[in-house]
Nanobody, 120 residues
């Protein structure tokens, strides 16, 4: 079965940087879109950034200019470079992938979530 393995979360001071990685593994035929969502306590899960198979990107207004999403298709990996971090960025970050695998085509998968805490 498909697994999304995340890494890079942790504690960082305001103004600092952090890089999240998410690698998809399994019997994967193709990956359509990949993205990062986040959920803060008491809040709904929201889209942070997404990237299509063609490289088109979308960002939440709150992170534009600070976060950059990228992907390495050869490694089935998506990255989120987070700069100028603010306390408001504190949340559990979830990797998401819309992909086709055996025997299930075009299905959404989620990572386990990684905690990002921005605090002094």
């Amino acid at each position: 079965q498909v697994q999304l393995v995340e890494s890079g979360g942790g504690l960082v001071q305001p103004g600092g940087s952090l890089r999240l990685s998410c690698a998809a593994s399994g019997s994967i035929f193709s990956i359509n879109a990949m993205g990062w969502y986040r959920q803060a306590p008491g809040k709904q899960r929201e889209l942070v950034a997404a990237i299509s198979s063609g490289g088109s990107t979308n960002y939440a207004d709150s992170v534009k200019g600070r976060f950059t999403i990228s992907r390495d298709n050869a490694k089935n990996t998506v990255y989120l470079q987070m700069n100028s971090l603010k306390p408001e960025d504190t949340a559990v970050y979830y990797c998401n992938a819309d992909l086709s695998s055996w025997p299930t085509p075009n299905y959404d998968y989620w990572g386990q979530g990684t905690q990002v805490t921005v605090s002094s």
